[in-house]
């Protein structure tokens, strides 16, 4: 069954906004009541509650200043969740179908985004539309019912792709580094094309149930995985 994921860059977020918060003024004691370790795996739930505390929290400081919060503009990844779909062999390795979601409407929590210095947040809209979130794959070998991922995501390059475009010959699918790290570390450019072709096809029959404009587009640090180039 499958579970969403927090990912570690939320847990950053909330708990960078909460030190900056309480190097300002009174705070309650955060580490007490809603502090997580390590070990921790918060749901989703929890996550959202903590949300919706800092933005009201945000939303009752006099400070413009500190309302404005990070100077540059930020990565919004810490925005999302992702949840593991399904998992299909491909020989001794798997593939995972992934979707990555909002955690919450971003107009929920318009204080959160301007401190966070994403620009024209106020409504949220540009967030929800956001191309950062969709269906994607995850990559790697399957041990004990679970998928230990290595440190690449996969997914379509939709840019160009009309009605007449057809898999293999004109969608191409990419890969990009994703969790460095946290994951197993996979030098992609030596797949060969014996496991390119088998992960494509893969990949190819999960898109067409989904549809294409429903995925993850591909980041300026993706390159083209199938067909090879």
């Known amino acids: ?21 309480n190097l300002h003024r009174d705070w309650p004691d955060w580490h007490h009541h809603y502090y997580w370790h390590d070990s921790d795996a918060p749901s989703l739930d929890v996550v959202r509650r903590r949300l919706a505390i800092l933005n009201n929290h945000l939303a009752q400081l006099e400070s413009p200043a500190f309302r404005a919060g990070s100077e540059r ?10 949840e593991e779909l399904e ?10 179908v992934v979707s990555r979601q909002l955690i919450v409407p971003p107009s ?37 019912d679970s998928l230990k991922r290595y440190d690449v995501l996969l997914t379509f390059d939709k840019s160009d ?10 969608i191409p699918l990419h890969i990009e580094p994703h969790a460095a790290g946290k994951c197993v570390h996979v030098e992609a450019s ?40």
């Open 190 to 229: 030596t797949i060969g094309h014996n496991r390119r072709l088998p992960i494509y096809l893969v990949c190819v029959k999960a898109m067409k149930s989904r549809g294409l404009v429903n995925f993850l587009t591909p980041s300026s640090n993706s390159w083209q995985f199938y067909p090879a180039v």
């Open 87 to 96: 998992v299909i062999p491909v020989y001794d390795e798997a593939l995972a």
């Open 73 to 82: 503009e930020q990565p919004i990844d810490w925005l999302f969740y992702e």
């Open 161 to 170: 792709v009309g009605q007449d475009k057809q898999p293999i010959l004109d």
């Open 108 to 144: 929920e929590i318009p204080h959160v985004l301007a401190f966070m210095g994403i620009p024209n947040t106020r409504t949220g809209i540009d967030v929800e539309n956001h191309d950062r979130k969709g269906y994607h794959f995850h990559y790697g070998k399957v041990k004990r």
């Open 1 to 21: 069954m499958s579970r969403p994921l927090v990912l570690k860059s939320t847990l950053d977020a909330i708990d960078h906004i909460w030190l900056s918060l």
